[in-house]
């Protein structure tokens, strides 16, 4: 057992990838705290750069098949996270302790860029992050209703706004300020205001993620948006029709020319599938976004399945992953939220220098 020692523990770990990065996971930084017990068993932890890694299980048996091949008696693995920020920190920026902003966009209206945006934050607070969700749409905030937040934000000590939190997300809107049902009917310069303030004069905190749920188009909230914080990467939302992706091309136009990142595409209401003989019905057309992302070179996050389940939640506050059964389309978002999480880190890796163990 005296030939069981931490260097040959982490020159095992070092033939272990981290799959998404393409790096092994002694390099990146990941293993910490290598322990090895009289009895020759060995514990280590590793730190993943998002706590909603998609390949964490491929991760851990690999670790341990590696340490095992040492002759250790046993292998116990501790799993600890640390989300790193995908754009580096930028003098005087605002927002310094949010490590990664979202923003969930659309050409058009209709195609369930809210629940995606809603769906996506729960399931990354289920996996363990630290997220926000940002109602930027002044003029038609929808997320309270969907996320089933009620109630009005307070101040903190140091006078900012107080967000509200449910299902583990912090969350703010317009529709927190305004009475039931009343409109805001504002011009552009005042819809570009209230975002500014909404990431100004908020105690959003520590997060790992905040999701801004943009209103569709082209307009003041993006602008406003892009040229006030750093956004680490866009998910455009679209509905197979034609009408829909004309629309969402215009929007990874606009992210291309603003110099935003765009992460990729999902595709909402792909088909429906019969609860009772199980025959899928494209309602919508077939196909659209996966050739939407083939021909502008981004990458497809594949498609949401139409299921009421998805519907009943948003009308009644309870989102399609925080239901005990949500259906096939909560398990496509809960995928979603799991990709978009590791895009990031791939991107994070590219962005600031990485830890290394020597």
């Keep these: 057992m005296s030939d069981l020692t931490e260097p040959r523990v982490l020159d095992a770990l ?38 909603a890694c998609p390949l964490k299980d491929v991760i851990e048996r690999n670790a341990i098949d590696a340490v095992k091949a040492l002759g250790a008696s046993g292998v116990r693995v501790a799993w600890e996270s640390e989300v790193r920020r995908a754009q ?34 729960v399931a990354l607070a289920q996996e363990g992050a630290k997220v926000g969700l940002l109602d930027a749409d002044i003029t038609g905030p929808n997320i309270p209703l969907m996320l089933g937040v009620e109630g009005s934000p ?13 299902l583990g997300v912090k969350v703010v809107s317009i ?20 975002i500014q303030q909404f990431l100004k004069d908020v105690e959003w905190g520590d997060l790992d993620y905040l999701v801004v749920d943009l209103p569709p188009g082209t307009s003041d909230a993006q602008l406003t948006l892009a040229q006030t914080v750093p956004i680490s990467g866009a998910l455009l939302v679209t509905t197979p029709q034609e009408v829909s992706l004309l629309d969402v091309t215009k929007a990874l ?14 595709e909402n209401m792909t088909a429906f599938v019969c609860p009772h003989c199980a025959e899928a019905t494209e309602i919508f ?33 309870v989102p399609a992953v925080a239901q005990r ?34």
Excluded at 286 to 315: H, K, M, N, T, W
């Design 175 to 194: 529709q927190f300020f305004v009475p039931q049902g009343q409109p805001v009917i504002w011009r552009g310069p005042l819809v570009g205001g209230a």
């Design 285 to 317: 057309g077939r196909g659209g976004g996966e050739r939407f992302a083939r021909e502008s070179d981004i990458e497809y996050f594949g498609g949401i399945p139409l299921d009421i389940r998805v519907r009943q939640g948003g009308d009644v506050g």
């Design 325 to 358: 059964d949500g259906g096939p389309a909560a398990d496509v978002m809960r995928a979603l939220a799991r990709t978009v999480a590791a895009r990031m880190s791939v991107r994070a890796a590219t962005a600031a220098p990485v830890l290394t163990i020597s």
């Design 88 to 121: 580096p920190v930028q003098p005087q920026q605002l927002l310094p302790d949010v490590k990664n902003i979202i923003a969930v966009a659309s050409g058009k209206g209709g195609v369930g860029k809210s629940t995606v945006s809603v769906n996506l934050a």
């Design 14 to 51: 070092r033939t272990v990838q981290e799959p998404e990065l393409g790096r092994d996971i002694v390099s990146l930084g990941m293993v910490r705290d290598v322990n090895i017990t009289i009895d020759g068993a060995v514990g280590f932890t590793i730190v993943l750069t998002t706590p």
């Design 253 to 266: 136009a606009m992210f291309q020319r603003l110099s935003v990142p765009v992460l990729g595409v999902v």
């Design 154 to 166: 307070v101040a903190s000590p140091d006078g900012k706004i107080t967000p509200l939190e449910r």
